[in-house]
């Protein structure tokens, strides 16, 4: 299984960027989906998830400028940034995971946000 990432880049403040993650592979089509950042010296932290039901789940620093969607026949999710911050600086990546059986756990690349105040 393999999981492309596109659609990083360089940002003024303000500005928007939508990220894309598409799934290749034998990935069973029900699974959960998110989005994750790691900014310079801090840990990985959850941006939003979409439940394998569709409940979706925003990081508070983000709701209300992000929004996650995804398209299961593509295997494919997004993320829409708006009103992008000097702090969304981060590398994003993408998750496809899956709790019950048969559990898998697979993750993007990473891609590059930068936005510069």
């Known amino acids: 299984v393999q999981l492309v990432e596109s659609g990083g880049g360089l940002v003024q403040a303000g500005g928007s960027l939508s990220l894309s993650c598409a799934a290749s592979g034998n990935i069973f089509s029900i699974s959960s989906t998110g989005w994750y950042r790691q900014a310079p010296g801090k840990q990985r932290e959850l941006v939003a998830d979409?439940?394998?039901?569709?409940?979706?789940n925003y990081a508070d620093s983000v709701k209300g400028r992000f929004t996650i969607s995804r398209d299961r026949a593509k295997n494919t999710v997004y993320l829409q940034m708006n009103s992008l911050k000097s702090e969304d600086t981060a590398v994003y990546y993408c998750?496809?995971?899956?709790?019950?059986?048969?559990?898998?756990?697979?993750w993007g690349q990473g891609t590059q946000v930068t936005v510069s105040s």
């Open positions: 979409i439940g394998f039901g569709g409940t979706i």
């Open positions: 998750r496809f995971y899956r709790t019950w059986p048969p559990t898998y756990d697979y």
